[in-house]
Nanobody, 122 residues
């Protein structure tokens, strides 16, 4: 499985961005997917996850109500719509394939994309 995340960039606080993660391989359709982020000097943290259908989702408390994860299995792509962005959302964002279902543990994911940088200016 190969993952390619893109869509990051520089945005002002209060703005929006949509990240995309294109996956290769049949594993994608059967797998839960997640988005994580890593800010400078900090560990990687869970942001959002979706099961194989996209019907079951989970979010970190810090992004609930602002971020939305979705997926299009026909396009092998998972998305992260980010609204009302804050300076603390600045980080490299990674998509990943889950070993099992939707979860927040980093070690629960076994395939990772290369990351895309999101910078929110205040």
């Amino acid at each position: 499985v190969q993952l390619q995340a893109y869509g990051g960039g520089l945005v002002q606080a209060g703005g929006s961005l949509r990240l995309s993660c294109a996956a290769s391989g049949r594993t994608f359709i059967r797998s839960a997917m997640g988005w994580f982020r890593q800010a400078p000097g900090k560990g990687r943290e869970f942001v959002a996850g979706a099961d194989w259908s996209g019907d079951s989702t989970a979010y970190a408390d810090s992004v609930k109500g602002r971020f939305t994860i979705s997926r299009d299995n026909a396009k092998n792509t998972v998305y992260l719509q980010m609204n009302s962005l804050k300076s603390e959302d600045t980080a490299v964002y990674y998509c990943a394939v889950s070993r099992w279902g939707v979860g927040s543990r980093v070690d629960g994911y076994n395939y990772w994309g290369q990351g895309t940088l999101v910078t929110v200016s205040s």
